[in-house]
Structures are given as structure tokens and as C-alpha cells.
């Protein structure tokens, strides 16, 4: 099961995952993702605390957004991933790739 939420510090908005991001569940996330790049949204951070799982489905739902807010001039910074996500991240170099903060502050201040 997925839970998702969205709020906003200032120019940056946090998506905050939690449970299973599988090929279950990335498509619960995809309105989200259609919505901020629609939307003016360019500086996102993923808070990955209560992420337990993510598998190539949730990989690829990632990377979608940070392509496609990378065109626009944007980015995407993950915060506080762990555990397995962590692991998935590493095995895939995508640790290289995308700016990886230990704590949600640092992670949103990075865009400032």
C-alpha cells in the first residue's frame, strides 16, 4: 500500500512517500507527478523516510519527474531514503544521479 502527500516551503514542494512504491502503486503516483509538471512546480524533494519498498516501477516514476522538471530547469533532491530504497538507489548508481540529503531540511534548503 501507498501513501503520498504534498506540501509546500516556499518554492519547493515535498512529496512524501510512504509504504510501497511497486508497480502496484507507482500508478497511484503518476496524477501527482502529471500535476506538479503541469503546474509551475520546478524544485521538488522526495522524503523517503517511511519508504519500505520501491521497486524498477517505482524507480522509473522517480525519474520520470526528475527528467521531466530537469527540462523545465528544475530538479528533484531526495531526502532520508533508507533500508531497501537505499540499497536500490545504490545498485542502480542512481545515488550519482540525484542529490541524496540525510535529513528534509538540507534536502529543501539545497534549492536556495
Same mark, same amino acid.
Given at each position: $500500500? ?8 516556499? @518554492? @519547493?514542494?515535498?512529496?512524501?512517500? !510512504?509504504? /510501497?512504491?511497486? %508497480?502496484? %502503486? %507507482? ?7 502529471? #500535476?506538479?509538471v503541469?503546474?509551475?512546480? !520546478?524544485? =521538488?524533494? +522526495?522524503?523517503?523516510? #517511511?519508504?519500505? $519498498? *520501491?521497486?524498477?516501477?517505482? =524507480?522509473?516514476?522517480? =525519474?520520470?519527474?526528475? !527528467?521531466?522538471?530537469? $527540462? &523545465?530547469?528544475?530538479d @528533484?533532491? *531526495? ?6 530504497? &537505499?540499497? *536500490? +538507489? /545504490?545498485?542502480? /548508481?542512481?545515488?550519482?544521479? +540525484?542529490d ?6 538540507? %534536502?529543501?534548503?539545497?534549492? &536556495?
Open positions: $500500500m501507498l501513501e503520498h502527500t504534498q506540501h509546500q516551503d516556499g @518554492v @519547493v514542494t515535498i512529496l512524501a512517500v !510512504k509504504g /510501497r512504491l511497486d %508497480a502496484v %502503486a %507507482a500508478p497511484e503516483l503518476r496524477p501527482t507527478i502529471e #500535476e506538479l503541469a503546474g509551475n512546480c !520546478k524544485y =521538488v524533494v +522526495f522524503d523517503l523516510d #517511511e519508504l519500505a $519498498m *520501491i521497486d524498477s516501477s517505482g =524507480v522509473g516514476a522517480i =525519474v520520470s519527474l526528475f !527528467k521531466r522538471l530537469r $527540462m &523545465k530547469d528544475g @528533484v533532491k *531526495i531526502a532520508r531514503l533508507q533500508g531497501q530504497p &537505499k540499497e *536500490i +538507489f /545504490r545498485l542502480l /548508481r542512481l545515488d550519482r544521479a +540525484f541524496l540529503f540525510d535529513d528534509l531540511p538540507a %534536502a529543501i534548503s539545497s534549492f &536556495k
